[in-house]
């Protein structure tokens, strides 16, 4: 490996008109003149990165571990390129891609400027035609494939006017406080992915043929086609082209096809960041994935030290003594991560069941308080989690500025006594021959839950405590293990009686309040409220009680609110009606994560947030890593 020269600030240097020390695996072919100097790579004000820990040296590959089909990996290691980006903190959102932005004071009209000189993989410019053509041509066109992200859930509510080729504004039919805040998550880098000038040539309107060719080479039509050659962000189909310009650090060689033994990812000659001595990023040459099928190889793979910096599929808490006792034998540390996920598993009574009869009970807030009190969290704790973990309700996790110590803890005492009295006063009191409840119509008090044990098979652990604990409140619980498809399937069609969930929203509140809310069909206490809100003569749709529709015309307000400071003062009303109301209970504190780290990787944060939306690790800019001898 070669040390790159101290060769200064980047803009001073450019400035100057003196030349830059060249990545030496790119030297030859600047030598051949088949590659343009750095100098004439770079945008005309880089992106500037401070190393986490200290300049690196050029050279190298990263090892790392890939299930097959995990495109979500390859997005948050590699792909997360958008206008904006967050910072280490997950607390500021920076310009990346764009130099910067203005907007008026009703949040309307967002002018944005992109950094002059930033080119594609193959060296051709990125401009405003770019962002026009994802705009235009792909986000509000109802024809393709992709998904639409938040900030233009509504196509026709937003217009784009191309000023100049750096220069573009966005007007909006309403107004939107949160549009940055939406460009910096994850499903901002959907603007900066689509090169116009590779990507048109799939698309009918700049290729009358486009449907011809897909014919040709055996798809139905030009949308899989365009699918096959510029897929959207998510999914594994995205990094399945190499011919692709690209504007990430690096850029696919090898996919990761379904009998790839490695997926191998080479430098971006042509990537826009340099670190503050204004040396050219990426630091490393090359990303080798080794392709895996399951979880137990890359985890085997990671304790054996072929793995130099991952945590996805290879961190579950289980495994942490473990990898403990092998650092030293493996050459490996490991990191924090602290997971934006504020509970083990969230139980939510679906409080529009079909079932009349459930859903009275369902709809009491003394009942969903009494079974919490009849849950036993400190036994789960134990038993699944071998003790790791602390009483937690769905409510933002304490290291986040929304963190409420009465709504994290309410009701989560044990008090069987409590809960027996409570259910009694609610008309529950009569038992059958085996000691459950009964209903008013005279039937068993008798729960179904359905879950999948594939992903999270400590849910069917908590769920097999659950019944054992309710059993004594009277109160029968069914589980029935089943697809996840089914789960997701159920829950949409408003055919579940009880559903249980991750707990999104512990750090990302704003952006994931459908715990706290009734803000998506992931709100499965009341989706066919979520229903009404987006059509209220849709089929299924059901008019939400009073308190469940002044939290939406709360969030309508945060979102149509231009300042963070107005935007988190409504964000706390929202709790305080969730902390009244208490729609979804919790069992426990998701606890902190962590990342295997080999000891010769540096510039790998000692903490760092862990999240999708986040999305980790691609803030803490993986082109600044470097490996030593």
């Known amino acids: 490996m070669v040390r790159p020269a101290l060769a200064g600030l980047t803009a001073l240097l450019l400035s100057a008109g003196i030349s830059q020390a060249e990545v030496p695996a790119l030297q030859a072919a600047v030598d051949a003149g088949t590659l343009p100097a750095m100098a004439d790579r770079l945008p005309a004000n880089p992106r500037v990165i401070t190393?986490?820990?200290?300049?690196?040296?050029?050279?190298?590959?990263?090892?790392?571990?890939?299930?097959?089909?995990?495109?979500?990996?390859?997005?948050?290691?590699?792909?997360?390129?958008?206008?904006?980006?967050?910072?280490?903190?997950?607390?500021?959102?920076?310009?990346?891609?764009?130099?910067?932005?203005?907007?008026?004071?009703?949040?309307?009209?967002?002018?944005?400027?992109?950094?002059?000189?930033?080119?594609?993989?193959?060296?051709?410019?990125?401009?405003?035609?770019?962002?026009?053509?994802?705009?235009?041509?792909?986000?509000?066109?109802?024809?393709?494939?992709?998904?639409?992200?938040?900030?233009?859930?509504?196509?026709?509510?937003?217009?784009?006017?191309?000023?100049?080729?750096?220069?573009?504004?966005?007007?909006?039919?309403?107004?939107?406080?949160?549009?940055?805040?939406?460009?910096?998550?994850?499903?901002?880098?959907?603007?900066?992915?689509?090169?116009?000038?590779?990507?048109?040539?799939?698309?009918?309107?700049?290729?009358?043929?486009?449907?011809?060719?897909?014919?040709?080479?055996?798809?139905?039509?030009?949308?899989?086609?365009?699918?096959?050659?510029?897929?959207?962000?998510?999914?594994?189909?995205?990094?399945?082209?190499?011919?692709?310009?690209?504007?990430?650090?690096?850029?696919?060689?090898?996919?990761?096809?379904?009998?790839?033994?490695?997926?191998?990812?080479?430098?971006?000659?042509?990537?826009?960041?340099?670190?503050?001595?204004?040396?050219?990023?990426?630091?490393?040459?090359?990303?080798?994935?080794?392709?895996?099928?399951?979880?137990?190889?890359?985890?085997?793979?990671?304790?054996?030290?072929?793995?130099?910096?991952?945590?996805?599929?290879?961190?579950?808490?289980?495994?942490?003594?473990?990898?403990?006792?092998?650092?030293?034998?493996?050459?490996?540390?490991?990191?924090?991560?602290?997971?934006?996920?504020?509970?083990?598993?969230?139980?939510?009574?679906?409080?529009?069941?079909?079932?009349?009869?459930?859903?009275?009970?369902?709809?009491?807030?003394?009942?969903?308080?009494?079974?919490?009190?009849?849950?036993?969290?400190?036994?789960?704790?134990?038993?699944?989690?071998?003790?790791?973990?602390?009483?937690?309700?769905?409510?933002?996790?304490?290291?986040?500025?929304?963190?409420?110590?009465?709504?994290?803890t309410q009701f989560t005492e044990y008090d069987l006594d409590k809960a027996n009295s409570m259910l009694d006063a609610l008309g529950l009191e009569k038992r059958d021959g085996e000691g459950y409840r009964l209903r008013s119509d005279g039937k068993r008090l008798s729960i179904n839950v359905e879950t999948f044990d594939t992903a999270r098979p400590d849910w069917v652990d908590n769920l097999e405590l659950l019944k054992a604990q309710w059993q004594k409140a009277g109160v029968e619980l069914l589980v029935k293990v089943v697809d996840r498809n089914l789960v997701d399937e159920h829950r949409r069609a408003n055919l579940h009686e009880m559903h249980v969930w991750g707990g999104d929203g512990g750090l990302d509140v704003v952006a994931a309040p459908h715990y706290y809310m009734v803000a998506s069909d992931e709100s499965a206490f009341g989706v066919p409220w979520y229903y009404w809100f987006n059509d209220n003569a849709a089929p299924g749709a059901v008019e939400p009680p009073d308190s469940v529709k002044k939290q939406r015309e709360l969030y309508d307000q945060l979102v149509q609110t231009p300042t963070t400071e107005g935007q988190d003062a409504l964000m706390k009303q929202i709790l305080e009606i969730s902390k009244d109301d208490f729609y979804v209970m919790g069992i426990s504190l998701t606890g902190k994560g962590y990342a295997v780290v080999k000891n010769n990787v540096h510039n790998v944060p000692p903490s760092q947030p862990a999240a999708y939306t986040y999305p980790t690790p691609g803030p803490m800019q993986m082109a600044q890593i470097w490996k030593s001898e």
């Open 51 to 408: 190393p986490v820990e200290s300049i690196g040296t050029y050279g190298g590959d990263l090892n790392l571990a890939l299930r097959r089909g995990d495109g979500t990996h390859l997005l948050r290691l590699v792909g997360y390129e958008g206008l904006f980006s967050w910072d280490l903190g997950w607390k500021e959102m920076l310009p990346n891609l764009a130099e910067s932005y203005e907007v008026n004071e009703d949040a309307t009209e967002y002018t944005f400027t992109l950094r002059k000189g930033v080119k594609w993989s193959d060296g051709s410019p990125f401009t405003t035609a770019d962002i026009a053509f994802a705009y235009n041509d792909l986000l509000k066109n109802p024809d393709w494939l992709g998904a639409r992200p938040d900030y233009i859930a509504v196509p026709d509510d937003t217009t784009i006017e191309v000023v100049d080729d750096f220069t573009y504004k966005v007007k909006l039919a309403k107004p939107n406080g949160l549009y940055i805040f939406q460009l910096t998550n994850v499903d901002g880098t959907q603007l900066a992915l689509f090169n116009k000038a590779y990507c048109s040539q799939f698309h009918p309107t700049y290729n009358p043929n486009a449907n011809a060719d897909a014919v040709a080479a055996g798809l139905a039509d030009w949308r899989a086609l365009f699918e096959q050659k510029c897929a959207e962000m998510g999914g594994e189909q995205r990094w399945m082209n190499p011919e692709r310009p690209v504007l990430e650090a690096w850029m696919v060689e090898t996919p990761p096809t379904a009998t790839a033994e490695f997926s191998i990812f080479t430098r971006n000659p042509y990537y826009f960041k340099v670190d503050t001595e204004g040396n050219q990023l990426p630091y490393l040459d090359r990303l080798n994935f080794a392709m895996s099928n399951a979880g137990p190889d890359m985890i085997l793979r990671a304790m054996n030290g072929q793995v130099d910096f991952q945590d996805r599929n290879i961190n579950p808490a289980s495994q942490k003594p473990l990898y403990l006792e092998n650092a030293e034998k493996g050459g490996y540390h490991l990191v924090d991560e602290v997971p934006s996920n504020m509970n083990v598993m969230l139980v939510m009574f679906n409080q529009t069941v079909s079932d009349p009869v459930l859903q009275e009970i369902f709809s009491k807030k003394d009942f969903r308080v009494a079974m919490s009190l009849a849950t036993d969290r400190q036994e789960i704790i134990d038993t699944v989690y071998v003790g790791q973990g602390q009483f937690h309700q769905a409510a933002p996790r304490p290291e986040s500025k929304f963190y409420d110590e009465s709504l994290a």
